[in-house]
């Protein structure tokens, strides 16, 4: 089975920089995904990390170590509108289509 | 290219009643997978169709069910339907899988009375 940790909620200050932990235990491991979700809307991609290391596209920065099970979205430049939900998730081995979610982590980016 | 549809967007419905939703992939995907998200339990994965047939499944009991068509096109059918079914229900497609990029419908809200 899979199991994906990450925190509740979180909050930080407009122009700062925020990480959102994401801890997995799977049997199977094919890539982790990170969404966002604005209430009453559906996830959009942010970032997609399969090897050790940093991926880096504009302001939001995702990082996964494997042999830890961990991955973290950095955000940089904190804007009002980047209060959403971010999701965790992880493609297991075989399953393409499947991906495990973790719970959500609501950021509320304050003025 | 035009992204994936979901209709209806809302949907109110009694207990014991049946649904079927609809979703349409963007254009040359064949992958289409069903979600259901809950506050409570968040996104929870129902099945996955590619090329017509059901590639994974999730835990959900039998009253849930889908199918695609040739045109990638995917319903889900749900039976007998539970005030616990009250969910947003989203599909999600993408080119084939392996590492592709997963996109999300908006999603069918669905309330059962």
């Known amino acids: 089975g899979q199991n994906i940790d990450q925190p509740t909620e979180m909050t930080a200050t407009e122009g700062a920089i925020v990480q959102i932990n994401c801890t997995y235990q799977?049997?199977?491991?094919?890539?982790l995904f990170w969404y966002q979700q604005h209430a009453g809307e559906a996830p959009t991609f942010l970032s997609y990390?399969?090897?050790?290391g940093l991926e880096e596209k504009g302001r939001f920065s995702s990082f996964l170590s494997r042999s830890k099970g961990y991955s973290y979205l950095l955000l940089k430049e904190l804007q009002m509108k980047d209060s959403a939900s971010y999701l965790c998730?992880?493609?297991?081995?075989?399953?393409?289509?499947?991906?495990?979610f973790g719970d959500g982590t609501t950021l509320t980016v304050k003025p | 290219k035009a992204g994936v549809t979901q209709t209806p967007r809302y949907l109110i419905k009694t207990r014991g009643q049946q649904v079927t939703l609809s979703c349409s992939p963007i254009s040359g995907h064949r992958s289409v997978s069903w979600y259901q998200q809950t506050p409570g339990q968040g996104l929870q994965f129902l099945f996955e169709?590619?090329?017509?047939?059901?590639?994974n499944k999730g835990n959900f009991p039998g009253r849930f069910s889908g199918r695609q068509f040739s045109n990638s096109r995917s319903e889900m059918n749900v039976s007998t339907l539970e005030l616990g079914d009250s969910a947003l229900y989203l599909c999600a497609s993408m080119e084939t899988g392996g590492h592709d990029e997963q996109y999300f419908g908006p999603g069918t809200r669905l309330t059962v009375t």
């Open positions: 169709y590619f090329s017509e047939t059901q590639r």
């Open positions: 799977t049997s199977g491991f094919n890539g």
């Open positions: 998730a992880v493609r297991g081995n075989t399953n393409a289509g499947k991906s495990t």
């Open positions: 990390n399969v090897l050790d």
